[in-house]
């Protein structure tokens, strides 16, 4: 009998220690001023304003992650994450109260991580190759927030590196009855697929994604619908790094007058000239067929630490659009009241703070 009793409370140690698990609160608030010129009127003139913002230069959320330890080098993980307004306190956005992450999933150091859910989807993965980390005025404005959503019904594998190669894939459901899409559900098939090499010196990486369009399953929208390809490079030269890249996107059968193509270029530089303040410069140029007409945004900004937590920031940014283009500092979708004039130009300036927790 005293043998059971000792085997069994070894057993239980023992599962205890295979279930030790960690749960972490965190978050970000992004806060401040913005000017921004350009901005159309009632009656055909343009005017200014200023406003309070939320999330110029990153995005204010909060979340929830974990993990439990279930023996074998094995994880169960999970993470739940929400965007807000930090100036209002309202949000989330779409998508409800976890718009960015829901997932839960395996993770093994030698085999990668497998999750399922809700998630941030694969095309932000330029994030690494924008000089300004696809701050509000970046990458994502040209293409009209094409490099934003997040995914839901989303099977996921992130690979562990293997000789500085890592490999990232998603798969998102429509969860129609139709597989791409029939405008039963809110959202259509999406899939990508990301390969990165690191090395001391320099970071290349190369993605593949689509998003179909939930009302018919087509790639039918260059701006929302479509396939994109991506190709980024980072060169790390001490406290500089160049950043360079190429995004294109391409649909079929869209709607008259709209572009079918569209090509992004850009290339920029961060100077961290302190341990604490970095400067950054980045050229933005956008091309667009069927008549939509290019456009460039030219920006410099940086950032100060305050603390390991707490950081001050600003950037100055202006888009010079061809007499055809209407494209805004902000990635507004065609006909948004806040685009130029054709053919006009739109400037801003914001500084605001950041802390993260």
């Known amino acids: 009998m005293k043998r059971l009793a000792m085997a069994s409370m070894l057993f239980a140690g023992a599962t205890a220690v295979h279930a030790q698990s960690s749960v972490t609160l965190y978050g970000r608030l992004d806060a401040g001023i913005e000017y921004m010129s350009g901005i159309p009127t009632s009656s055909g003139g343009t005017t200014s304003r200023w406003r309070a913002e939320s999330g110029d230069w990153g995005t204010s959320l909060w979340g929830l992650k974990g993990a439990e330890d279930i023996g074998g080098g094995n994880k169960v993980v999970f993470q739940l994450e929400g965007s807000f307004n930090?100036?209002?306190?309202?949000?989330?956005?779409?998508?409800?109260?976890?718009?960015?992450?829901?997932?839960?999933?395996?993770?093994?150091?030698?085999?990668?991580t497998f999750l399922l859910?809700?998630?941030i989807f694969i095309s932000n993965g330029l994030w690494d190759f924008d000089p300004f980390g696809q701050s509000d005025w970046s990458s994502a404005s040209l293409v009209r927030g094409r490099n934003w959503p997040a995914s839901s019904n989303n099977i996921s594998y992130q690979s562990p590196k293997f000789a500085g190669f890592d490999v990232y894939g998603q798969y998102a459901l429509s969860n129609?009855?139709?597989w791409n899409g029939n405008n039963t559900t809110a959202q259509g098939r999406e899939a990508g697929l990301q390969l990165t090499y690191t090395a001391a010196l320099f970071q290349v990486r190369g993605l593949y994604d689509e998003i179909r369009n939930p009302a018919n399953g087509g790639l039918n929208d260059a701006f929302q619908f479509s396939r994109e390809y991506?190709?980024?490079?980072?060169?790390?030269?001490?406290?500089?790094?160049?950043?360079a890249a190429y995004q294109t996107s391409h649909?079929?059968?869209?709607?008259a007058g709209a572009p079918s193509t569209t090509q992004q270029e850009w290339g920029g530089a961060t100077w961290q000239a302190t341990p604490a303040a970095a400067l950054i410069a980045a050229v933005y140029h956008m091309n667009a067929n069927n008549g939509a007409g290019n456009a460039t945004i030219y920006?410099?900004?940086?950032?100060?630490?305050?603390?390991?937590?707490?950081?001050?920031?600003?950037?100055?940014?202006t888009v010079r659009n061809s007499k055809a283009g209407t494209y805004s500092l902000e990635a507004n979708l065609p006909g948004n009241a806040d685009n130029p004039l054709a053919g006009h130009a739109q400037s801003g300036v914001y500084a605001g703070i950041q802390h993260s927790f």
Do not use: C
Not at 89 to 99: Q, S, T
């Open 86 to 112: 930090t100036m209002t306190g309202a949000g989330p956005g779409g998508g409800g109260l976890f718009n960015r992450w829901a997932t839960v999933g395996f993770s093994n150091d030698a085999y990668g």
């Open 251 to 255: 649909a079929s059968n869209v709607a």
């Open 176 to 178: 129609a009855t139709n």
């Open 299 to 317: 920006t410099i900004g940086g950032s100060y630490n305050l603390s390991k937590r707490t950081l001050l920031d600003i950037q100055a940014a």
């Open 230 to 243: 991506f190709a980024g490079v980072n060169v790390f030269l001490g406290p500089v790094k160049l950043s």
């Open 117 to 119: 859910g809700r998630e």
